[in-house]
């Protein structure tokens, strides 16, 4: 599958297509299939989203999954501390990562 992903211009933060609009959740995150760069293209020029890219992805029992290691950190939040994360009451938080 493949999913979007980009930060909001507004905030900075690390964000997911869901096939109508952003998320902060990967669980979010639509497989946009061959669309993805035309969507990128839409959603940069209405300015809602910068530096986005088509990354792979898969899908598990709890939702999409990036496939490359970086987007998962990307996904999850700051590893040094686990309390920043996007699950911090969540102790096996960072295996989803690895």
Same mark, same amino acid.
């Given at each position: 599958m493949k999913i979007l992903t980009g930060n909001d211009l507004r905030t900075g933060a690390v964000?997911?297509?869901? !096939?109508?609009?952003?998320?902060l959740h990967v669980e979010d995150? !639509?497989?946009? +299939?061959?669309? !993805?760069?035309?969507?990128?293209?839409?959603e940069t020029g209405?300015?809602?989203v910068n530096g986005g890219v088509v990354i792979e992805g898969t899908m598990t029992p709890e939702g999409p999954r990036p496939a490359h290691i970086k987007d998962r950190i990307r996904a999850l939040? #700051?590893?040094?501390? #686990?309390?920043?994360?996007?699950?911090?009451?969540? #102790?096996?938080? +960072?295996?989803?990562?690895?």
């Open positions: 964000i997911w297509w869901t !096939g109508r609009d952003w998320s995150a !639509g497989d946009v +299939g061959d669309r !993805g760069e035309a969507i990128l293209t839409e209405a300015r809602r939040g #700051p590893t040094v501390r #686990p309390d920043l994360t996007l699950k911090p009451a969540d #102790p096996d938080a +960072g295996n989803w990562v690895i």
